[in-house]
């Protein structure tokens, strides 16, 4: 009897970690589709109200992104992370110098003169 209650109690237990990580994986997913959107609206918003004196679209988005990776919540990198590869196509001489100014190497990975 003690050996049945012992088994019962390791499934439970299993798939209740099961649940955890899928609920876990589902806001994960749930989260990067918002900024996934998010960046859409904000592309589509800046291309509607660019200027030539105003910095390009991707250069605030980049600049907003690396100030929330400061933040120590893992869910939070995992999601700005993920936006940076999609992002990478729409990069500028300037949103990549905000990148590299925040690397603890950016003084070996870029020429100033760029």
Do not use: C
Not at 29 to 37: K, L, N, R, S
Not at 57 to 67: H, R
Not at 88 to 102: F, H
Request: no cysteine.
């Amino acid at each position: 009897m003690a050996l049945y209650k012992f088994l019962t109690i390791m499934i439970v237990s299993v798939v209740v970690v099961v649940v955890v990580v899928v609920v876990f994986l589902v806001i994960v997913i749930v989260v990067a589709m918002m900024v996934v959107v998010v960046v859409v609206v904000v592309m589509m918003m800046m291309t509607l109200m660019s200027a030539d004196t105003e910095p390009a679209w991707i250069d605030v988005l980049i600049d907003l992104l690396m100030s929330s990776l400061s933040q120590d919540q893992t869910l939070v990198r995992v999601v700005i992370n993920s936006a940076f590869t999609q992002l990478i196509p729409q990069l500028t001489t300037t949103s990549l110098r905000l990148i590299l100014d925040v690397s603890p190497h950016s003084d070996l990975a870029v020429n100033r003169t760029v």
